[in-house]
């Protein structure tokens, strides 16, 4: 790492991480041409990295890996979470080599070209994710230059100027812009996303879309649902006019009390007709919002698919995936409301429900499968209940 100014390009440096300290960090650019500001974070997974890339809930951040082999299994069609890649780009260790898997379609570097993403190769990660340990995450400005030209004063106003997640809603811009019913369950080698039989006598879902994760969807269905998905700005009216049997909150980017601005007062009224209520991330954020809790900004944020969970009802640990940069705090939960999971890592709250009542929701993804089933008994939960 390097002060902003003065500055020399090192020999054969073509992408280079520009943080607002004031720090250059040099490599080697792959992907898109351009540059992109937000908020530098670190993600801990060995796989799944076309996951993690178009993961809704990555809208304005960049992505540190930690894992050195990024991109040596390609890219495939069915290996995404949305229809484009919402993290602003990935910085990684080693450079992306030929991939080598049977289900690769292309190689991540053209993939990234294809969705103007912009990748990072050739940094010391572990550094890079010591300082964010230490320091927490900062926010930079990623670019790549095929010539090696940068104009560094000008990037490190640009990393500068971003205004940071804090009070930021994310959400409006990666909803879906209308209703939609969701088809097809989880993915089978040799079968694709296949349908999980006839949606007759399924309890129906509404599901608003904070920005969503694909599998969730999946899993849903495969638990027993059927889905039909509102955009973010849903009314309590619009999700009742579809007569469900139970109400989903969506995982998504952001703060979430800038969301809760709009998305509060409708879960409250929601949560008035005692219909089956389950969250996921933002949306279990939101959730705690509309019962009184507040939210506040972790110092480095939890995303990694290794985190440790604490059920406390009975003291089962769960191996879960996380991506969040905001908690819910604990020490506000109203009365009536009761805490379910904890972080074995930091013990910040990982999951409440409402005493008596019928909404549940969790900080982490069940979708995800880390366990890789440890979690599943949540969506079974919740279609339960609305049975």
């Known amino acids: 790492m390097a002060d902003a100014t003065p500055f020399t390009v090192p020999e054969g440096a ?3 991480l520009v943080l607002a300290s004031g720090e250059v960090i040099w490599g080697r650019g792959f992907g898109a041409e351009g540059h992109a500001a937000g908020e530098v974070c670190f993600h801990t997974a060995m796989t799944g990295y076309q996951e993690i890339m178009t ?21 495939n069609p069915d290996d995404v979470e949305a229809d484009n890649p ?4 990935m910085i990684v260790r080693e450079d992306v080599t030929e991939p080598s898997n049977f289900r690769s379609v292309e190689r991540l570097d053209d993939w990234m070209k294809q969705h103007d993403r912009i990748g990072l190769a050739g940094i010391d990660t572990r550094a890079l994710t010591r300082r964010i ?3 927490g995450a900062p926010n930079g400005v990623i670019a790549h230059s095929a010539s090696g030209e940068f104009d560094i004063p000008w990037l490190l106003e640009r990393a500068r100027a971003w205004p940071g997640l804090e009070g930021m809603d994310l959400a409006i811009t990666v909803t879906t812009e209308t209703h939609f019913g969701w088809e097809g369950g989880v993915w089978r080698l040799g079968f694709g996303y296949g349908e999980e039989g006839p949606e007759d006598g399924r309890p129906h879902v509404v599901a608003i879309d904070y920005g969503s994760k694909h599998n969730i969807f999946r899993n849903l269905v495969k638990a027993g649902a059927k889905v039909t998905v509102l955009p973010a700005t849903a009314t309590a009216e619009q999700v009742l006019s579809f007569d469900p049997d139970g109400i989903f909150l969506s995982n998504g980017p952001g703060d979430p009390a800038a969301t809760g601005e709009y998305a509060v007062p409708v879960i409250r009224e929601l949560l008035a007709t005692k219909k089956p209520l389950f969250g996921i991330c933002l949306g279990h954020q939101l959730l705690g919002l509309a019962l009184g809790a507040q939210t506040t900004k972790m110092f480095q944020g939890h995303r990694g698919a290794n985190h440790p969970v604490k059920r406390l009802s009975d003291g089962a640990v769960e191996i879960t995936s996380m991506n969040h940069g905001f908690a819910v705090d604990r020490d506000t939960l109203p009365a009536g409301v009761t805490e379910t999971h904890v972080s074995l890592f930091d013990g910040s709250n990982c ?36 049975r």
């Open 55 to 75: 993961d809704p809930s990555f809208a304005g951040q960049m992505i540190c890996f930690t894992f050195p082999h990024i991109g040596n299994v390609g890219a």
């Open 351 to 386: 999951g409440i429900e409402i005493d008596g009542g019928r909404a549940f929701s969790v900080q982490y993804h069940p979708e995800a499968s880390p366990g890789p089933q440890d979690s599943f008994y949540l969506f079974e939960r919740f279609v339960g209940m609305m």
């Open 14 to 16: 073509t992408g280079v």
């Open 86 to 89: 919402h993290a602003l780009g």
């Open 133 to 135: 340990r230490g320091q």
